[in-house]
């Protein structure tokens, strides 16, 4: 079973920065992707970034330039540095994981993951 612990979000002024983590555990063999959606009040839940193993990035045009992923992939944490943030940047956070588990048989499965959220709200 894996699990994602997620770091707290926070109140920031327009402008301003803020940096996600999210720390994935259990029995993991390894992980292809980290990355990160939100869900602003009254929208669906979209896509923010991601990471693969490669590592590549894929980033919403939204976030393009002013959000950075990047992965410790011994410490299997993705983190999400956001800068130059934007009231339409509010929402809730969440982290997701996919990759493989080692079964008690020696038989990889795969996972695919996500963390409880976290509120990220920006003041104009």
């Known amino acids: 079973q894996v699990q994602l612990v997620e770091s707290e979000g926070g109140l920031v002024q327009a402008g301003g920065s803020l940096r996600l983590s999210c720390a994935a555990s259990?029995?993991?063999?390894?992980?292809?992707?980290m990355g990160w959606d939100r869900q602003a009040p009254g929208k669906q839940r979209e896509l923010v970034a991601y990471?693969?193993?490669?590592?590549?990035?894929k980033y919403a045009d939204s976030v393009k330039g002013r959000f950075t992923i990047s992965i410790d992939s011994a410490k299997n944490t993705v983190y999400l540095q956001m800068n130059s943030l934007k009231p339409e940047d509010t929402g809730v956070y969440y982290c997701?994981?996919?990759?493989?588990?080692?079964?008690?048989?020696?038989?990889?499965?795969?996972?695919?993951?996500w963390g409880q959220g976290t509120q990220v709200t920006v003041s104009s």
């Open positions: 997701n994981s996919r990759g493989n588990v080692l079964g008690t048989s020696g038989t990889l499965y795969e996972f695919d993951v």
């Open positions: 259990g029995s993991i063999f390894s992980i292809d992707r």
């Open positions: 990471i693969t193993r490669g590592p590549a990035t």
